[in-house]
């Protein structure tokens, strides 16, 4: 076993807490890699998969857990997740609380998963990624403001974007023209639930060999919290501002560079989304009684 913890997130007791739990479960000396950020966990990560890790303990939040992921993708390693972060999307898809004792549990005597996983840009990602809106929201909710005020992060962001102006974009899914127009926001999903608890693929499955695809024409105020009434209610689909599809290979190209985001981690600009599914790329560790 090895664990790769971002040493400034919190959780219960801590690392401290951690430790002990695992001794007790008969885990002594594993090992134990600490980063002050999110991005020095991949090197980690891959070096556990090199010293033979067959199970990796991830302590962290979304970015913490996205960049581990990206690291392990298609090894034999599987990964179980301490939720240490303010949103903590693929643990919250999973049935993993937010709750020290539990997750450890999980990690030990869990049941082991294969999902897909997308890969886009370069980058492996577990629930969802976007650009315009999403990636907006996502890059205005800091850490340290997420630090302050956890959740309702998320909702001062998205005030603050409901206005921003659409940017024209094509959308091709699996080599077929599907969107052509403007758009406000597009999102890509392997699981139906985002950053923030918000349902935005209707029966999305992530191990179903594909991703999902959605673009909101949604402008102003009044249009987006009709979108994401009809979101929050699970009807997505029937918002006259969302279109869905679904396919294994998605691009996008945009008029002009907008901001993107991969798995709650924003990741600046980009003129271009060129993203795959990857079947049965990642191993995690859910519940016992996970029958999903």
């Given at each position: ?109 869990g049941r082991t998963r294969r999902l897909d996983l997308g890969k886009l840009n370069g980058e492996h990602f577990a629930v969802m990624a976007g650009a315009g809106f999403d990636g907006a929201l996502i890059g205005d909710a800091g850490r340290k403001l997420k630090g302050r005020i956890g959740r309702l992060a998320y909702v ?137």
């Open positions: 076993m090895a664990v790769v913890a971002h040493r400034k997130k919190s959780l219960a007791g801590g690392l401290g807490e951690l430790r002990e739990r695992l001794a007790a479960e008969g885990v002594r000396d594993p090992l134990w890699f600490e980063v002050n950020k999110s991005r020095k966990a991949v090197k980690k990560a891959r070096r556990a998969v090199k010293e033979g890790a067959e199970l990796i303990v991830v302590w962290g939040g979304d970015g913490m857990v996205q960049r581990c992921v990206d690291a392990v993708a298609g090894s034999a390693a599987t990964i179980a997740i301490m939720p240490a972060g303010t949103a903590n999307a693929l643990a919250g898809n999973l049935g993993i609380p937010r709750d020290l004792a539990a997750a450890v549990q999980i990690a030990v005597h001062l962001s998205a005030v603050r974007h409901v206005r921003d102006d659409p940017t024209p974009v094509t959308i091709r899914v699996d080599g077929t023209t599907w969107f052509t127009g403007d758009a406000t926001c597009v999102l890509l999903g392997n699981f139906g639930t985002m950053t923030g608890d918000i349902d935005a693929f209707d029966g999305a499955q992530p191990d179903d060999g594909c991703l999902e695809v959605g673009v909101s024409t949604a402008r102003g105020a009044f249009q987006w919290a009709r979108t994401l009434g009809r979101m929050a209610a699970g009807r997505s689909e029937k918002s006259p501002f969302v279109r869905t599809a679904r396919g294994r290979k998605i691009e996008a190209r945009f008029d002009e560079p907008i901001l993107y985001e991969l798995d709650g981690g924003a990741r600046g600009t980009t003129a271009r989304l060129k993203a795959r599914v990857v079947p049965g790329g990642l191993s995690v560790r859910v519940p016992a009684a996970d029958s999903a």
